[in-house]
């Protein structure tokens, strides 16, 4: 393995968050190697990654120390459009308080800003490709995560902290998550399952499917929401937003749901097992909806579709 020596590397503080200038590389360094990077961060503490290109596969470590490994995906149709020879990639990374920054960077790209890992916007264009990593993490318990890569999938499972999850172009896939999870993809399948908190889940194309104990908020642009809604999140004062642009939406919440209510699509049908009234907009509107309040009310609960049925339906 080949080891890269970083020197002279300044920080400054951006919002109380670092941002590390591009590191000076020894002779010796070579890019597209393997990288690997062992150390703690305190319970509490944030573990920020953003790959350029390739997935993000995040599991449970066994002990308190994180793991980071990393290494060249093979050439694929990942960049089809695109003839010209991938960019090379180094990876850094820098401790800043309770945190550690692990970046990859490349000569288009030489910036690490952790106050947004997932979509920097120095260099992008069409033209570029850097070459794809796939990156493997072990997190330990207690340590929060964003991780980020500009094309490619995120897949995440058994965090037992705050969980920040983005894709530019990918499918981002959360799994069995205690802490509150936020998950955004330009383009690609949202999936979180098993959450014991909050989520919000947004896509800019693509469905989303959330199983959730808390507060849930999912947008899409183009495809279908589907969640179910466990017993906790019958109740609270968060409000929910369940949204796509064109794509059905279905929720099964639990039958002790409280809140106001309300169902609308553009162009579709809508239904609901809970006593919801539902407006009449003639015989040939193709609008449809339904409003009501129920339990103790106080929270918004929306399902919106542009183009699309919207059901709610009583789980358990």
């Known amino acids: 393995m ?62 308190n120390t994180i793991e980071v490994h990393a290494t060249p995906e093979s050439e694929s149709d990942r960049w089809t459009w695109n003839t010209k020879p991938s960019e090379p990639v180094r990876f850094v990374t820098q401790r800043q308080g309770s945190e550690v920054v692990v970046c990859a960077i490349s000569n288009t790209m030489p910036h690490c800003d952790a106050n947004d890992l ?101 947008t899409t642009g183009h495809g279908d929401v589907v969640v179910e809604l466990a017993s906790a999140a019958a109740l609270g004062s968060n409000d929910m937003m369940f949204k796509t642009g064109h794509g059905n939406i279905s929720v099964s919440a639990p039958k002790s749901l409280s809140g106001d209510i309300d169902l609308h699509t553009d162009r579709g049908n809508v239904s609901s097992d809970f006593p919801l009234t539902v407006a009449d907009h003639g015989r040939y509107a193709r609008t449809g909806s339904a409003h009501g309040i129920l339990g103790s009310g106080g929270r918004t609960v929306r399902l919106s579709s542009g183009h699309g049925d919207v059901r709610l339906t009583a789980g358990s």
Not at 139 to 144: C, D, E, R
Not at 192 to 207: E, L, M, P
């Open 2 to 63: 080949i080891k890269i020596a970083l020197i002279a590397t300044s920080v400054v503080l951006l919002h109380g968050i670092p941002v590390i200038t591009p590191p000076v590389l020894s002779p010796t360094t070579t890019a597209d190697s393997s990288f690997a990077w062992t150390g703690t961060v305190p319970a509490g503490g944030w573990l920020r990654i953003r790959n350029l290109a390739g997935t993000v596969e995040v599991t449970r470590a066994s002990g």
């Open 118 to 218: 997932s979509s920097p916007n120095s260099g992008w264009n069409d033209d570029w490709h850097p070459r794809a990593m796939h990156v493997v993490v072990r997190l330990p318990a207690g340590v929060s995560l964003q991780a980020g890569t500009m094309h490619g999938d995120l897949t995440i499972a058994d965090a037992s902290a705050e969980v920040v999850a983005r894709s530019g172009h990918g499918t981002i896939s959360v799994r069995d998550v205690t802490g509150v999870v936020t998950a955004n993809s330009g383009h690609g399948d949202v999936n979180v399952i098993g959450a014991a908190s909050r989520v919000t889940a947004n896509t800019g194309h693509g469905t989303i499917h959330v199983s959730s104990a808390g507060a849930v908020h999912a």
